[in-house]
Protein backbone atom coordinates (compact mmCIF):
# COMPACT_ATOMS: atom_id res chain seq x y z
CA UNK A 1 0.00 0.00 0.00
CA UNK A 2 1.46 3.44 -0.56
CA UNK A 3 0.24 7.12 1.25
CA UNK A 4 0.60 10.15 0.00
CA UNK A 5 0.28 13.36 2.32
CA UNK A 6 0.28 16.42 0.69
CA UNK A 7 1.27 18.52 3.63
CA UNK A 8 3.38 17.46 6.50
CA UNK A 9 2.38 19.90 9.37
CA UNK A 10 0.73 19.38 12.77
CA UNK A 11 -2.09 17.33 12.15
CA UNK A 12 -0.36 14.98 8.93
CA UNK A 13 2.69 14.57 11.22
CA UNK A 14 0.36 13.13 14.08
CA UNK A 15 -1.26 10.94 11.73
CA UNK A 16 1.73 9.43 9.99
CA UNK A 17 3.88 9.31 12.94
CA UNK A 18 0.69 7.26 14.70
CA UNK A 19 0.50 5.31 11.41
CA UNK A 20 4.11 4.51 11.84
CA UNK A 21 4.29 3.49 15.95
CA UNK A 22 0.78 1.53 14.88
CA UNK A 23 3.04 -1.21 13.07
CA UNK A 24 0.09 -1.39 10.69
CA UNK A 25 2.46 -0.39 7.69
CA UNK A 26 6.15 -0.15 6.62
CA UNK A 27 7.62 3.37 7.08
CA UNK A 28 8.58 3.25 3.55
CA UNK A 29 5.28 3.37 2.13
CA UNK A 30 4.61 6.91 3.13
CA UNK A 31 5.90 9.87 1.27
CA UNK A 32 5.41 13.11 1.61
CA UNK A 33 5.46 16.44 0.47
CA UNK A 34 5.02 19.87 1.16
CA UNK A 35 4.97 23.51 -0.33
CA UNK A 36 9.07 24.26 0.55
CA UNK A 37 10.44 23.40 3.41
CA UNK A 38 12.67 20.26 2.01
CA UNK A 39 14.51 20.16 5.78
CA UNK A 40 11.37 19.20 7.69
CA UNK A 41 10.96 16.42 5.34
CA UNK A 42 14.93 15.38 5.39
CA UNK A 43 14.21 15.50 9.18
CA UNK A 44 11.05 12.89 8.86
CA UNK A 45 12.85 10.79 6.43
CA UNK A 46 15.84 10.34 8.80
CA UNK A 47 13.62 10.25 12.00
CA UNK A 48 10.66 8.12 10.57
CA UNK A 49 12.54 6.65 7.49
CA UNK A 50 9.83 7.97 5.56
CA UNK A 51 10.18 9.03 1.90
CA UNK A 52 9.76 12.68 0.27
CA UNK A 53 9.09 13.71 -3.44
CA UNK A 54 8.29 17.49 -4.98
CA UNK A 55 8.30 15.29 -7.76
CA UNK A 56 4.12 14.68 -8.33
CA UNK A 57 4.01 11.97 -10.68
CA UNK A 58 6.29 9.60 -8.53
CA UNK A 59 4.21 10.45 -5.88
CA UNK A 60 0.65 10.13 -7.28
CA UNK A 61 1.50 7.13 -9.68
CA UNK A 62 0.70 3.94 -7.74
CA UNK A 63 -0.49 5.94 -4.54
CA UNK A 64 -3.90 4.15 -2.62
CA UNK A 65 -4.47 7.09 -0.52
CA UNK A 66 -3.74 10.73 -0.91
CA UNK A 67 -4.13 12.47 1.83
CA UNK A 68 -4.87 16.51 1.62
CA UNK A 69 -3.54 17.76 4.11
CA UNK A 70 -2.79 21.43 3.79
CA UNK A 71 -4.96 24.26 5.37
CA UNK A 72 -8.11 24.84 3.78
CA UNK A 73 -6.90 28.24 2.18
CA UNK A 74 -4.16 26.06 0.51
CA UNK A 75 -6.31 23.76 -1.20
CA UNK A 76 -6.34 25.80 -4.36
CA UNK A 77 -2.79 25.84 -4.84
CA UNK A 78 -2.64 22.08 -4.01
CA UNK A 79 -5.49 21.65 -6.32
CA UNK A 80 -3.74 23.58 -9.27
CA UNK A 81 -0.78 20.99 -8.64
CA UNK A 82 -1.93 18.05 -8.98
CA UNK A 83 -5.19 18.17 -10.94
CA UNK A 84 -3.33 17.01 -14.17
CA UNK A 85 -1.43 14.53 -12.35
CA UNK A 86 -4.15 12.41 -10.75
CA UNK A 87 -4.09 9.09 -11.40
CA UNK A 88 -7.46 6.30 -11.49
CA UNK A 89 -6.06 4.91 -8.47
CA UNK A 90 -5.38 7.74 -6.36
CA UNK A 91 -8.02 8.03 -3.26
CA UNK A 92 -8.01 11.62 -1.78
CA UNK A 93 -8.60 11.93 1.92
CA UNK A 94 -9.21 14.81 2.95
CA UNK A 95 -8.44 16.12 6.53
CA UNK A 96 -8.98 20.11 6.04
CA UNK A 97 -12.01 21.15 8.06
CA UNK A 98 -14.79 22.72 6.15
CA UNK A 99 -13.76 22.12 2.78
CA UNK A 100 -16.78 19.53 0.95
CA UNK A 101 -16.57 16.55 -0.90
CA UNK A 102 -18.37 18.43 -3.87
CA UNK A 103 -15.84 21.33 -3.73
CA UNK A 104 -12.88 19.06 -3.66
CA UNK A 105 -13.92 16.89 -6.91
CA UNK A 106 -14.56 20.29 -8.57
CA UNK A 107 -11.20 22.32 -7.57
CA UNK A 108 -9.30 18.51 -8.10
CA UNK A 109 -11.78 18.31 -11.49
CA UNK A 110 -11.64 14.17 -10.93
CA UNK A 111 -14.21 11.71 -10.03
CA UNK A 112 -12.01 9.53 -8.09
CA UNK A 113 -13.23 8.25 -4.53
CA UNK A 114 -12.79 10.85 -2.14
CA UNK A 115 -13.13 10.53 2.06
CA UNK A 116 -13.29 13.48 4.12
CA UNK A 117 -12.12 12.72 7.47
CA UNK A 118 -11.65 15.10 10.49
CA UNK A 119 -9.01 13.48 12.93
CA UNK A 120 -7.71 15.40 16.04
CA UNK A 121 -3.93 15.19 17.35
CA UNK A 122 -4.03 13.09 19.97
CA UNK A 123 -3.38 10.84 16.61
CA UNK A 124 0.43 11.17 17.22
CA UNK A 125 -0.30 8.95 20.16
CA UNK A 126 -2.56 6.60 18.27
CA UNK A 127 -6.42 8.26 20.23
CA UNK A 128 -7.44 10.09 17.48
CA UNK A 129 -11.08 10.56 17.20
CA UNK A 130 -11.97 10.35 13.97
CA UNK A 131 -14.98 11.32 11.72
CA UNK A 132 -15.62 10.39 8.50
CA UNK A 133 -17.81 10.84 5.47
CA UNK A 134 -17.24 8.93 2.24
CA UNK A 135 -18.09 10.08 -1.51
CA UNK A 136 -20.39 7.70 -3.38
CA UNK A 137 -18.03 6.01 -5.47
CA UNK A 138 -15.97 5.11 -2.81
CA UNK A 139 -16.00 1.23 -3.18
CA UNK A 140 -16.66 -1.50 0.32
CA UNK A 141 -13.05 -2.91 0.24
CA UNK A 142 -11.17 0.58 -0.06
CA UNK A 143 -13.86 2.01 2.89
CA UNK A 144 -12.79 -0.89 5.33
CA UNK A 145 -9.27 -0.61 3.97
CA UNK A 146 -9.64 2.74 5.34
CA UNK A 147 -11.24 2.15 8.28
CA UNK A 148 -8.37 0.11 9.19
CA UNK A 149 -5.59 2.59 8.75
CA UNK A 150 -7.86 5.06 10.72
CA UNK A 151 -8.18 2.48 13.80
CA UNK A 152 -4.29 2.57 13.39
CA UNK A 153 -4.09 6.03 15.10
CA UNK A 154 -7.81 5.56 17.34
CA UNK A 155 -10.82 5.17 16.55
CA UNK A 156 -13.15 6.04 13.53
CA UNK A 157 -16.70 6.81 13.58
CA UNK A 158 -19.11 7.10 10.34
CA UNK A 159 -21.59 10.30 9.74
CA UNK A 160 -23.45 12.04 7.28
CA UNK A 161 -21.08 15.13 5.61
CA UNK A 162 -23.04 17.95 7.32
CA UNK A 163 -22.36 16.43 10.60
CA UNK A 164 -18.26 16.40 10.36
CA UNK A 165 -18.85 20.43 11.41
CA UNK A 166 -20.07 19.25 14.83
CA UNK A 167 -17.46 16.42 14.98
CA UNK A 168 -14.64 19.39 13.78
CA UNK A 169 -15.49 21.60 16.81
CA UNK A 170 -16.64 18.66 19.52
CA UNK A 171 -13.36 16.58 19.13
CA UNK A 172 -11.02 17.94 16.21
CA UNK A 173 -10.75 21.31 18.18
CA UNK A 174 -11.32 19.53 21.16
CA UNK A 175 -7.90 19.26 22.68
CA UNK A 176 -7.19 22.79 22.05
CA UNK A 177 -9.91 23.66 24.23
CA UNK A 178 -9.06 21.16 27.14
CA UNK A 179 -5.40 22.34 26.90
CA UNK A 180 -6.80 25.93 27.03
CA UNK A 181 -8.88 24.88 30.27
CA UNK A 182 -5.77 23.15 32.08
CA UNK A 183 -3.58 26.35 31.07
CA UNK A 184 -6.28 28.55 33.34
CA UNK A 185 -5.75 25.78 35.74
CA UNK A 186 -2.32 25.96 36.14
CA UNK A 187 -2.44 29.90 36.11
CA UNK A 188 -4.65 29.46 38.53
CA UNK A 189 -2.84 27.09 40.66
CA UNK A 190 0.39 28.81 40.66
CA UNK A 191 -1.14 31.45 42.47
CA UNK A 192 -1.81 29.22 45.41
CA UNK A 193 2.27 29.25 47.05
CA UNK A 194 3.89 26.29 45.19
CA UNK A 195 6.73 26.96 43.01
CA UNK A 196 5.37 27.32 39.58
CA UNK A 197 7.87 24.14 37.88
CA UNK A 198 6.09 22.11 40.82
CA UNK A 199 2.49 22.93 39.86
CA UNK A 200 3.05 22.67 35.89
CA UNK A 201 4.80 19.07 36.63
CA UNK A 202 1.73 17.94 39.29
CA UNK A 203 -1.23 19.32 36.96
CA UNK A 204 0.68 17.49 34.30
CA UNK A 205 0.19 14.41 35.76
CA UNK A 206 -2.91 15.58 37.09
CA UNK A 207 -4.63 15.45 34.25
CA UNK A 208 -2.48 11.93 32.42
CA UNK A 209 -3.85 10.30 35.81
CA UNK A 210 -7.66 11.42 35.41
CA UNK A 211 -7.05 10.41 31.50
CA UNK A 212 -5.88 6.89 32.45
CA UNK A 213 -9.18 6.77 35.14
CA UNK A 214 -11.95 7.59 32.43
CA UNK A 215 -9.78 5.08 29.79
CA UNK A 216 -9.90 2.10 33.16
CA UNK A 217 -12.87 2.76 34.88
CA UNK A 218 -16.41 1.74 33.75
CA UNK A 219 -18.16 4.54 35.94
CA UNK A 220 -19.58 7.45 34.45
CA UNK A 221 -17.93 10.55 34.92
CA UNK A 222 -20.40 12.55 37.21
CA UNK A 223 -19.64 9.25 39.56
CA UNK A 224 -15.93 9.91 39.41
CA UNK A 225 -16.31 13.22 40.70
CA UNK A 226 -18.72 12.53 43.24
CA UNK A 227 -16.52 9.34 44.38
CA UNK A 228 -13.99 12.28 45.08
CA UNK A 229 -16.50 14.74 46.61
CA UNK A 230 -16.65 14.22 50.27
CA UNK A 231 -20.10 15.78 52.49
CA UNK A 232 -19.04 19.32 53.88
CA UNK A 233 -15.62 18.33 52.60
CA UNK A 234 -12.81 20.63 50.47
CA UNK A 235 -13.80 19.23 46.91
CA UNK A 236 -17.68 20.31 47.68
CA UNK A 237 -16.20 23.45 48.33
CA UNK A 238 -14.15 24.34 45.37
CA UNK A 239 -17.51 23.15 42.84
CA UNK A 240 -19.61 24.91 44.88
CA UNK A 241 -17.66 27.70 43.68
CA UNK A 242 -17.24 26.72 40.32
CA UNK A 243 -21.07 26.18 39.88
CA UNK A 244 -21.35 30.30 40.27
CA UNK A 245 -20.11 30.42 36.96
CA UNK A 246 -22.10 29.32 33.73
CA UNK A 247 -19.21 26.74 33.06
CA UNK A 248 -22.43 24.72 30.18
CA UNK A 249 -22.99 27.79 28.43
CA UNK A 250 -19.82 29.11 27.93
CA UNK A 251 -18.73 25.35 26.23
CA UNK A 252 -22.11 25.63 24.77
CA UNK A 253 -20.99 29.03 23.23
CA UNK A 254 -17.24 27.69 22.42
CA UNK A 255 -18.95 24.57 20.48
CA UNK A 256 -21.42 26.48 18.64
CA UNK A 257 -18.49 29.43 17.37
CA UNK A 258 -16.28 26.89 16.41
CA UNK A 259 -19.61 24.95 14.38
CA UNK A 260 -20.55 28.63 12.79
CA UNK A 261 -16.67 29.15 11.58
CA UNK A 262 -16.59 25.06 10.37
CA UNK A 263 -20.00 26.25 8.01
CA UNK A 264 -17.93 29.57 7.46
CA UNK A 265 -15.23 27.89 5.45
CA UNK A 266 -17.58 25.72 3.47
CA UNK A 267 -19.19 29.00 2.15
N1 LIG B 1 -4.11 20.91 13.65
C1 LIG B 1 -5.18 20.22 14.04
O1 LIG B 1 -5.39 19.91 15.23
C2 LIG B 1 -6.18 19.75 13.02
C3 LIG B 1 -6.11 20.18 11.71
N2 LIG B 1 -7.02 19.74 10.78
C4 LIG B 1 -6.91 20.19 9.40
O2 LIG B 1 -5.63 19.80 8.95
C5 LIG B 1 -5.19 20.70 7.96
C6 LIG B 1 -3.73 21.05 8.20
O3 LIG B 1 -3.62 21.69 9.46
P1 LIG B 1 -2.21 21.76 10.20
O4 LIG B 1 -1.50 20.46 10.03
O5 LIG B 1 -2.50 22.26 11.56
O6 LIG B 1 -1.47 22.88 9.31
P2 LIG B 1 0.09 23.16 9.13
O7 LIG B 1 0.21 24.58 8.76
O8 LIG B 1 0.84 22.64 10.32
O9 LIG B 1 0.49 22.26 7.86
C7 LIG B 1 0.09 22.57 6.55
C8 LIG B 1 1.00 21.85 5.57
O10 LIG B 1 0.51 22.07 4.24
C9 LIG B 1 1.62 22.31 3.38
N3 LIG B 1 1.19 22.96 2.13
C10 LIG B 1 0.63 24.19 1.95
N4 LIG B 1 0.39 24.40 0.64
C11 LIG B 1 0.79 23.28 -0.02
C12 LIG B 1 0.80 22.89 -1.38
N5 LIG B 1 0.34 23.69 -2.34
N6 LIG B 1 1.28 21.65 -1.71
C13 LIG B 1 1.72 20.82 -0.73
N7 LIG B 1 1.75 21.13 0.57
C14 LIG B 1 1.28 22.35 0.93
C15 LIG B 1 2.55 23.14 4.24
O11 LIG B 1 3.86 23.18 3.68
C16 LIG B 1 2.45 22.35 5.57
O12 LIG B 1 3.33 21.22 5.53
C17 LIG B 1 -6.11 21.91 7.99
O13 LIG B 1 -6.89 21.92 6.82
C18 LIG B 1 -6.97 21.70 9.22
O14 LIG B 1 -8.29 22.11 8.99
C19 LIG B 1 -7.97 18.82 11.10
C20 LIG B 1 -8.08 18.34 12.37
C21 LIG B 1 -7.24 18.81 13.46
O1 LIG C 1 -8.63 25.01 13.76
C1 LIG C 1 -8.88 24.38 12.74
O2 LIG C 1 -9.44 24.94 11.79
C2 LIG C 1 -8.54 22.92 12.66
C3 LIG C 1 -9.76 22.06 12.47
C4 LIG C 1 -9.90 21.24 13.70
C5 LIG C 1 -8.72 21.57 14.48
N1 LIG C 1 -7.98 22.46 13.89
Do not use: W
Amino acid sequence: MKIVFYGAGNMASAIFEGLISSSLLNSHDIYLTNRSSENQLQDYQEKLNIRYSYDDIELLTDADYVFLATKPYDFDSLAERIKDKIQPGNHFISIMAGISINQIKTKLQTQNPIARIMPNTNAQVQQSVTGITFSESFDAGHKDELFKILNSFGTALEVEEDKLHQVTAITGSGPAFLYYMYEQYIKAATKMGLDKDHVDAAVRNLIIGTGHMLEASELEIEQLRENITSKGGTTKAGLDALKKYPVEDIFTDCLEQAIKRSKELAD
